[in-house]
T-cell receptor, first 112, second 117 residues
């Protein structure tokens, strides 16, 4: 039972343009959502998070949007840079501090 | 390096042997989580521990797997009598835990890649 889904296995974007990564969830108990970036042979690196009381959170080039009614969140990266090329994982938890449920990841390639 | 430290980075075992994976959390973090990543998949939760306590082990296989986080020293994930299907990357994460520095995310180590011959 995949409670967190990233339906796009990969995404290719031109440098300088916007990257939009999407994530859907099914468990209405989830109230804390995170995005992680992962390079090969390294652990996931935290990017940005959002709690269910908000619908948007920004940190530099990264913005996460949460649509609770649609059970959907997205990560926007503007402008995209070649160094952003990595696997991006969406994760969710029911209450902060609890276990994270991860999506399968989206491979982002930013072309220069 | 004040990050989450995992060792070894690579571990090779033969079927039937035991594997021990170690994790030292970030300084100031008292909560440890173990996740497993199979090829082409996302990370799957295994177990959540505080010092000397298992908080949630709902993701742990019922047999051969155990975890501990003693009062002193690193957290240990132990796999007895390993089988080929145990080959995966095992990641440890830590956090301050609920109620302290609230909304601090889990920070991950670089993982242990376990290969079973």
């Amino acid at each position: 039972d995949q409670q967190v889904k990233q339906n796009s296995p990969s995404l290719s974007v031109q440098e300088g343009r916007i990257s939009i990564l999407n994530c859907d969830y099914t468990n209405s108990m989830f109230d804390y959502f995170l995005w992680y970036k992962k390079y090969p042979a390294e652990g996931p690196t935290f990017l940005i998070s959002i709690s269910s009381i908000k619908d948007k959170n920004e940190d530099g080039r990264f913005t996460v949007f949460l649509n609770k009614s649609a059970k959907h969140l997205s990560l926007h990266i503007v402008p995209s840079q070649p160094g952003d090329s990595a696997v991006y994982f969406c994760a969710a938890s029911a209450r902060y501090g609890n276990k994270l449920v991860f999506g399968a990841g989206t491979i982002l390639r930013v072309k220069s | 390096n004040a990050g989450v430290m995992q060792n070894p980075r690579h571990l090779v075992r033969r079927r039937g042997q035991e594997a021990r994976l170690r994790c030292s959390p970030m300084k100031g973090h008292s909560h440890v989580y173990w996740y497993r990543q199979l090829p082409e998949e996302g990370l799957k939760f295994m177990v959540y521990l505080q010092k000397e306590n298992i908080i949630d082990e709902s993701g742990m296989p019922k047999e051969r797997f155990s975890a501990e986080f003693p009062k002193e020293g690193p957290s240990i994930l132990r796999i007895q009598q390993v089988v080929r299907g145990d080959s995966a990357a095992y990641f440890c994460a830590s956090s301050p835990g609920p109620g302290r520095n609230s909304n601090q995310p889990q920070h991950f180590g670089d993982g242990t890649r376990l290969s079973i011959l």
